[in-house]
């Protein structure tokens, strides 16, 4: 239930800010462009800092990297972008940044993971209740901003929550506080990537689809870190 709440409110959210969206004018969406690129730096930096290896950052954000170009991640998101652009009329770009920012702020963070989990093994559902209302009123600012791919976002809510649900009692044991953190701190880099694309500060924005892997590296990191730890 907690998962099925997660997304309508993800999903709810940026439709009802699409319909206000293209009420607003210009100026206004792309000011609120800038307040969504503000706050996501925000976010990103205090998820980052909650770090207890700054190494983990950076050889899951390379090796996860890599593992996303060979996947071409960001060719398929430009391509379900395309996708929209015929069949709703949107542009292909705008529904690309806003489905990937979408979709990492929604899916990346403590919240995520220890709600899901805890769904899944024990139907408490009240983290993703409480994550729901913060979730419906940033799809709201996305979508006004930003358009279709905030709702679609809803998606990936829906697999990655309700697959971690599913999978609790396997993932519980292995999910502890520190590579939550981890992961956590991995999607705070990502999400530092999708503010510096929302304020423009690249001529060529950072491809962060293609970075996503690295997320779930510390799951491997973690436990890899430690048992090397103790050989040496």
Known sequence: ??????????????????????????????????????ATMGIGVVSAVGTQDVLCIIVCCAVGTVIGELL???GGINALGRLAER???????????AFVSGSILYCVGSMTVIGSIEAGLSGDNSILFAKS????????????????????SAVCVLVIEGGLALLSSTLAPLMTDAIVAEMSAVGGVLLMGLAMNLL???????????????????????????WLGGLF
Not at 22 to 38: E, N, P, R, W, Y
Not at 133 to 152: E, H, K, N, Q, R
């Open 72 to 74: 071409r991640i960001d």
């Open 1 to 38: 239930m907690g998962v099925l709440v997660n997304s309508l409110a993800v999903l709810f959210g940026g439709l009802i800010g699409m319909l206000c969206g293209s009420k607003i004018k210009s100026g206004f969406t792309d000011s609120l462009m800038v307040a969504l690129g503000l």
């Open 87 to 97: 069949r709703l009329g949107g542009r292909g770009g705008n529904f690309t940044n």
């Open 200 to 226: 423009g500060l690249r001529a060529q924005p950072i491809k962060i689809a293609n970075m996503l892997p690295a997320v779930f590296l510390p799951m491997a990191y973690v436990p890899l870190s430690a």
């Open 133 to 152: 209302v913060l979730d419906f009123i940033s799809s709201l600012a996305y979508g006004a901003a930003m358009g279709v791919g905030a709702p679609a």
